[in-house]
């Protein structure tokens, strides 16, 4: 299995708080990615990043952040929660254009209340 | 339209069956295809990758059909062990060179005794 771990695996938290997700790899991979799936819906991208400081929106980015300041971290961020952002949140990582499947973290499953 | 669509199934099947799965997408640009399984609550996994002249791996075949797009899974002798979603992915690229891969909300595989 790819070096992927997600922190933290659950959290409660209340609409209006701040959250940080985090991902972290040990492949060394450039590629990053977040996703959120939700019932009804095929996995979402909200952001990735093709490399250290270089990120770009997904189709629903909508009241997320991210950051990367480091190769094998690769942060998430819900700046003011909602009840609407309630979902499971998975990362992956893709090592290059050419090799282009993506590796998925075991997730994150967020409730905001 | 979905860019990717899938029967959601649920398809049951004895112990032993051979079962297709079909999947359908949009965007005629699309450059690679993969089928993911995902067990509940858990992350998806790479199953396979899918070729223009069709792979095979073990009670596995993958197909693609570029004209009519369209993707298929066999799989041939199920084991219980198969239950699972299975998800069609198909890759369209991304700007910065990463890959956007749009997933469809997964066909549900029950096999039975």
């Known amino acids: 299995d790819a070096g992927i771990t997600q922190s933290p695996r659950h959290k409660v938290t209340e609409t209006g708080t701040p959250v940080t997700l985090r991902c972290h790899q040990t492949e060394n991979h450039r590629y990053m990615y977040w996703y959120r799936q939700d019932p009804g819906h095929g996995l979402r991208l909200i952001h990735y990043?093709?490399?250290?400081?270089?990120?770009d929106k997904g189709e629903v980015s909508d009241g997320y952040s991210v950051s990367r300041s480091k190769t094998e971290d690769f942060l998430l961020t819900l700046e003011s929660a909602t009840s609407s952002q309630t979902s499971v949140y998975f990362c992956?990582?893709?090592?290059?254009?050419?090799?282009?499947?993506?590796?998925f973290g075991p997730g994150t499953r967020l409730t905001v209340l | 339209r979905k860019e990717v669509e899938q029967d959601p199934g649920p398809f049951n099947v004895p112990e032993g069956a051979t079962v297709a799965f079909n999947c359908t997408y949009s965007n005629s640009a699309s450059q690679s295809f993969f089928w993911y399984r995902q067990d509940c609550r858990k992350e998806p996994k790479l199953l396979m990758s899918?070729?223009?002249s069709g792979n095979e791996d073990g009670r596995f075949t993958a197909q693609l059909n570029r004209a009519s797009q369209y993707i298929s899974l066999l799989i041939r002798d199920s084991k219980l062990s198969d239950s699972a979603t299975y998800l069609c992915?198909?890759?369209?690229?991304?700007?910065?060179?990463?890959?956007?891969?749009?997933f469809g909300t997964g066909t549900q595989l029950k096999v039975e005794l």
């Open positions: 990043s093709y490399g250290v400081k270089d990120t």
């Open positions: 992956a990582i893709s090592e290059s254009a050419l090799k282009n499947e993506q590796f």
């Open positions: 992915v198909v890759n369209a690229g991304l700007t910065g060179g990463g890959n956007k891969l749009t």
């Open positions: 899918v070729y223009s």
